[in-house]
């Protein structure tokens, strides 16, 4: 069974950066790749970026294009998430997620099968 687990949310001012992380365990073969949404209260979860587990090709939601950075550490089965230029609107809380990509722009909630706990991201000054 896949275990994910995110780390690296906090409180940070608007303009600056944070990066989160996400180590997976007991990755299996039906996954290709993992994801990262969001959640922010009163909304709906957000696609905001993902790469594939074996070639590395990426997808960023237009709203994270340009500012966040998808990155993935293989030999330690854990994939980052650079953010920056962050913006109050970035507050939620972050979650990762292993699943099926099938290389579009829109990732959909229901093909990533393992979540992570999901860490807080708070962007105010």
């Known amino acids: 069974q896949v275990q994910l687990v995110e780390s690296g949310g906090g409180l940070v001012q608007p303009g600056g950066s944070l990066r989160l992380s996400c180590a997976a365990s007991g990755f299996t073969l039906d996954y290709n790749a993992i994801g990262w949404f969001r959640q922010a209260p009163g909304k709906e979860r957000e696609g905001v970026s993902c790469?594939?587990?074996?070639?590395?090709?990426?997808t960023y939601a237009d709203s994270v294009k340009g500012r966040f950075v998808i990155s993935r550490d293989n030999a330690k089965n854990t994939v980052y998430l650079q953010m920056n230029s962050l913006k109050p609107e970035d507050t939620a809380i972050y979650y990762c997620?292993?699943?099926?990509?099938?290389?579009?722009?829109?990732?959909?909630?229901?093909?990533?099968?393992?979540w992570g706990q999901g860490t807080q991201v708070t962007v105010s000054s």
């Open positions: 790469i594939s587990t074996s070639h590395g090709s990426t």
């Open positions: 997620a292993a699943g099926v990509w099938y290389g579009s722009s829109w990732l959909e909630s229901a093909d990533f099968g393992s």
